[in-house]
């Protein structure tokens, strides 16, 4: 069956780097766009990034310039390097498939002030 397990998350300072690994098994991967999502406490899940299978990426507009999706077809993995984090990117990051609507169980990033 189709699984997405992510890693990478954790404790940084507000100014620092994180980056976040998708792994994906049970697909062909390749062929599949890869969502970011994350969800801060009390408020709604929100696209964070998108890459499509062919590299084509969108951001929304408040981590543009700071974060970077990519995708390793080779390794099954999609990638969110995060930079120049703010505490108000803390939240659980979760990866999406979006033929399936496959998801991951999520990984904490805490970014503190």
């Known amino acids: 069956q189709v699984q997405l397990v992510e890693s990478g998350g954790g404790l940084v300072q507000a100014g620092g780097s994180l980056r976040l690994s998708c792994a994906a098994s049970?697909?062909?991967?390749?062929?599949?766009?890869m969502d970011w999502y994350r969800q801060a406490p009390g408020k709604q899940r929100e696209l964070v990034a998108a890459m499509t299978s062919s590299g084509i990426t969108r951001y929304i507009d408040s981590v543009k310039g700071r974060f970077t999706i990519s995708r390793d077809n080779a390794k099954n993995t999609v990638y969110l390097q995060m930079n120049s984090l703010k505490p108000e990117d803390a939240g659980f990051y979760y990866c999406h498939m979006i033929w399936g609507d496959y998801w991951g169980k999520g990984t904490l990033v805490t970014v503190s002030s």
């Open positions: 049970g697909i062909i991967f390749s062929v599949n766009a």
